[in-house]
Nanobody, 124 residues
Framework: QVQLIESGGGLVQAGGSLRLSCANS????????VGWFRQAPGKEREFVAA????????SYADSVKGRFTISRDNAVNTVDLQMNSLNPEDTAVYYC?????????????????WGQGTQVTVSS
């Protein structure tokens, strides 16, 4: 089974950086494409970034392009999201999601497994 665990969230000042990590405590992560989503209070869950099973293909929401970088290390079963130049609008609960496919999806409905989420708060 797939059990996703996010870590790395916290409180950071505007302009700062955080690195989120998603680990699969079950089977190897190398069989899954992975996405990161976020949900701010009172808003719908939105796509942030995604990476293909091989890691050769990635996608980013326009709002984070150039600031966030998604990467994966299948040898240690983790997918990371490096977040730079954070601003208060990035404040949200960030979720890792996985799907049993070579390609990623940019919609939440495209994913079969979800983590519990990690809080990211950016102060102004």
């Amino acid at each position: 089974q797939v059990q996703l665990i996010e870590s790395g969230g916290g409180l950071v000042q505007a302009g700062g950086s955080l690195r989120l990590s998603c680990a699969n405590s079950g089977r190897t992560f190398g069989n899954y494409a992975v996405g990161w989503f976020r949900q701010a209070p009172g808003k719908e869950r939105e796509f942030v970034a995604a990476i293909s099973r091989s890691g050769r293909s990635t996608s980013y929401a326009d709002s984070v392009k150039g600031r966030f970088t998604i990467s994966r290390d299948n040898a240690v079963n983790t997918v990371d999201l490096q977040m730079n130049s954070l601003n208060p609008e990035d404040t949200a609960v960030y979720y890792c999601a996985a799907r049993s496919s070579t390609s990623y999806s940019v919609t939440s409905r495209g994913y079969d497994y979800w983590g519990q989420g990690t809080q990211v708060t950016v102060s102004s």
